[in-house]
């Protein structure tokens, strides 16, 4: 993972992400793993459901749940939607 990554945030990251609160995340910054349990800090921002930024998040998650996306959100994975957009 790398800057410009974009990741899907979901329940495998943290308890708090699953459902319809996962969301789509492009990275500006990976934090270094925590050797001891594998958790992480990763910031980026928020992406609506037509790629565009949204909110610049910093989140601390397990580091194995974490999906790099290719192209498009998986069938059934809504990302967070915003009230307001920011240019990145």
Request: proline share 3%; with cysteine.
């Amino acid at each position: 993972m790398k800057a410009g990554d974009v990741v899907l945030i979901g329940a495998a990251c943290s308890v708090q992400f699953s459902g319809d609160r996962a969301l789509m995340l492009r990275l500006v910054s990976v934090g270094e793993t925590d050797p001891y349990n594998d958790w992480i800090w990763v910031t980026g921002y928020v992406l609506d459901a037509k790629g565009l930024a949204t909110t610049r998040r910093e989140l601390y998650v397990l580091r194995a749940g974490l999906v790099v996306q290719r192209g498009t959100a998986p069938a059934g994975v809504q990302p967070r939607r915003s009230g307001s957009r920011v240019t990145v």
